[in-house]
């Protein structure tokens, strides 16, 4: 009796030490995982980020040429290899259940439109890069919710992933139409009221973050000056092409430094 009664109450004792340890266990099992998740998406993010650079290129570059400049034909197939091997290394998201239907809407219709670039009419292939560029943005989106990557700072960090690459994306809008305006030589109305557009959404950026003496502000004025007025001295389509880059650039640059933190976060 003494002895049943003392293994009684050692099972009593130990229950809550055992329950206490798979709690634990448990916890340091899910940590793992979300971690391996979140290192996972962010390496996704960063291809996924290098991926929709190089078909904005793509698309200003194409477009320009079907407008008539043919001075950046010879670098769209050195751009068509690296988005390859960009899809090669995202290649693993047409198996994910939650990305799949993105990524094999985004690879089916980039191989057509690679097959075929050049001998579309150039409204058609600018609209075909839009769609591709948009399916892109929303990929970028779902890849970092997934991850769970706002969990790894106290502060909101979804512009990394969704404001700064769509706010690129209007610098891109206007890198393509601006270069194939220029490119052509003449300026159809529909072209004006598009960029008019476009021009609003980077003035009103500026004015929101306060950007005084960038590329961008020169990029302003200058579909300002040359695209919706009528100044005489014309840039190039590649030196317009180059200047919207140029105003492209910080904002990758500071989605890079934000992934960066998000990474060191990480590894700490």
Not at 26 to 54: A, C, D, F, P, V
Not at 76 to 95: D, K
Not at 126 to 154: F, G, K, M, P, T
């Amino acid at each position: 009796m003494g002895n049943s009664a003392s293994g009684y109450v050692w099972l009593t004792a130990a229950f809550p030490v055992v329950g206490c340890l798979l709690f634990v266990l448990l916890h340091q099992s899910k940590k793992i995982k979300t971690r391996r998740l979140q290192k996972e998406g962010l390496e996704r993010l960063l291809n996924l980020k290098s991926l929709l650079m190089l078909v904005q290129r793509h698309r200003g570059m194409s477009y320009s040429v079907l407008m008539g400049d043919s001075a950046l034909r010879s670098d769209i197939t050195q751009v068509e290899q690296n988005i390859s091997r960009c899809n090669e290394q995202l290649q693993s998201l047409g198996q994910h259940p939650r990305h799949r239907d993105y990524w094999l809407s985004f690879f089916d219709h980039w191989s057509r439109l690679q097959r075929n670039n050049l001998t579309l009419a150039a409204e058609n292939n600018r609209e075909q890069h839009n769609q591709i560029i948009s399916v892109l943005l929303y990929l970028i989106e779902d890849v970092a919710e997934y991850a769970r990557l706002s969990e790894l700072c106290e502060e909101p960090l979804q512009h990394i992933w969704r404001d700064l690459p769509r706010t690129a994306e209007w610098i891109g809008q206007a890198r393509v139409l601006g270069s194939g305006m220029l490119a052509a030589g003449h300026y159809e109305r529909v072209d004006k009221i598009r960029i008019s557009f476009i021009r609003s959404k980077l003035a009103g950026y500026i004015e929101s973050e306060r950007i005084q003496g960038s590329r961008l502000n020169e990029l302003v004025t200058v579909i300002d000056q040359q695209l919706l007025q009528d100044e005489q001295q014309k840039l190039s389509s590649k030196a317009y092409f180059d200047l919207s880059t140029q105003a492209m650039e910080p904002l990758f640059q500071s989605m890079d430094q934000g992934l960066k933190k998000l990474g060191n976060r990480l590894a700490a």
